[in-house]
């Protein structure tokens, strides 16, 4: 005679299952963030090729954040629309781990964050910034009238700790809370974006050298960039 489950034994065999997934869905988890980190860091590691390639083709030079140079049919003109037109494209330029970025191209909200030195450094208050600036990477960046600057790459000792590019997230004060921020200050937040630590309390970074890295809040702190101002994983800000 064929023996039947009975409804504890079935209750049993369910409660086991229930288990096992409360137990391995923590570990699919970690994996999947861990491929979405080396994602991220395979994407920055592209970015900063290009950077370096358009540097090649333009007299070491790479322009800032933003520039009032004319491009297209625009007055003006940000990193990433350079880089796009010719040297990498939009899905590369974003951290995979942030459900917000846009499927469409986006210059504001859609990209990494690049270092502003520029605005750090745009007041007369901000001196002993543009000092510890050029003491730990030397005299590396130029602003002409109108903001127009660039990066001149042959300038720039330490180059392997200069942060370029940078996972970024704008905060609870902007319309584009939880979206990726285009430029960054290190010591505040820059209309309301700044550094996200998005991979487990750490921000993926890619370094003037081409090179890339994590770091965490204290880590950034310590750098020669000091950075005194960021994101954590859940848009929490943080100054020292």
């Known amino acids: 005679m064929q023996k039947k489950f009975t409804l504890i034994e079935l209750l049993v065999v369910i409660a086991i299952i229930a288990i096992l997934a409360s137990m391995l869905l923590p570990a699919l988890n970690q994996a999947r963030e ?9 994407n920055l590691g592209q970015l900063m090729r290009a950077q370096l390639l358009y540097a090649d083709n333009n007299r070491d030079m790479i322009l800032k954040a933003w520039s009032p140079m004319k491009f297209g049919s625009q007055d003006w003109t940000t990193w990433s629309q350079v880089i796009k037109d010719s040297y990498l494209p939009y899905e590369m330029m974003n951290c995979p781990a942030n459900p ?6 986006n210059q504001y909200n859609g990209v990494y ?20 600036l050029r003491e730990a990477f030397g005299d590396f960046f ?10 001149l790459l042959n300038r720039i000792k330490n180059a392997s700790r200069l942060i370029i590019h940078t996972d970024s997230v704008y905060g609870v004060a902007s319309g584009n809370k939880g979206k990726m921020a285009w430029q960054a ?4 937040h820059l209309e309301n974006g ?16 081409g090179h890339v890295a994590s770091m965490n809040r204290q880590e950034l702190y310590d750098s020669p960039n000091k950075v005194k101002f960021t994101f954590s994983r859940n848009l929490a800000s943080y100054k020292y």
């Open 113 to 132: 964050a690049m270092f502003d030195a520029c605005r750090e450094t745009d007041t007369g208050a901000n001196q002993t910034r543009v000092r510890e």
């Open 194 to 209: 700044g550094i996200h630590l998005i991979h487990n309390e750490k921000a993926n970074l890619g370094f003037a050298d």
């Open 185 to 188: 200050k290190w010591s505040d």
């Open 34 to 42: 861990r491929a979405k980190t080396a994602n991220c860091t395979s």
């Open 142 to 151: 130029r602003v002409a009238s109108g903001g127009s600057a660039v990066y």
């Open 100 to 105: 917000d970025v846009p499927k469409q191209y």
